[in-house]
Structure formats: structure tokens, C-alpha cells
């Protein structure tokens, strides 16, 4: 690898971190949902799924997780993570809401 080659590799190397490093920085400062914001509301959302309300919400079952639903971008062991249906905030891998769906796969 000549000289040149080697800087420019370099400067995508750091230029790449950098992305990372702000990407990681960004989702770290979103906020989590609270269980008493309107939408959280509306939808039953708890950031434990073992607190959900059984007579309101007769067919939640302990295996439905956020950590486990279609809409949730997190990795599965996350304790917390982006979901579609709260834009810009972050749900309880541990939670729920009405709006579960089981991950296909």
C-alpha cells in the first residue's frame, strides 16, 4: 500500500468511527417512552410486561415482549431500544403495548 492509499484509508477509517460514535451518541440521548404519555396511554404500553392490565388487555401473553415484537428496531438482548410506533423515543425491551405483533422468524 503506498503512502496515498494509506492516508486515504485512514481518513475512511476515522471518518467511519466518527458516523458510529455520533449514530451511538444520538440513540443513547433518546428519551424512553413514558407509561404516561397519550400514545403510551392509549396503547396500554408498560415498560414491564408483567404489569399489564389482564382484564383490559385479556389477550396479552408473557411472552409478548417489546424485545420480541416486529416493530422494535433494538437488538433482542437490549434492555431498551427504538420502536416504529413511538418515533424518536425508546421502549423497555422488557415492555408492551396493544400494538404487538411476534416478530416473523
Known sequence: MNG???RVFML?????STALMAASAA??????VGEKDAQAVALGYVADSTK???????????TQLCSN?????G???????PCAIFPGKLVAGKGWCSAYVKKAG
Not at 415484537?69 to 428496531?73: D, F, L, R, S
Not at 437488538?75 to 431500544?81: H, Q
Open 12 to 16: 475512511q477509517v476515522a471518518a467511519g
Open 27 to 32: 440513540r443513547s440521548q433518546a428519551a424512553m
Open 69 to 73: 415484537c416486529q416493530v422494535y428496531a
Open 75 to 81: 437488538k433482542p438482548a437490549d434492555p431498551a431500544g
Open 4 to 6: 496515498s492509499n494509506r
Open 52 to 62: 399489564v392490565d389482564a382484564k383490559k388487555f385479556p389477550k396479552h401473553a408473557a
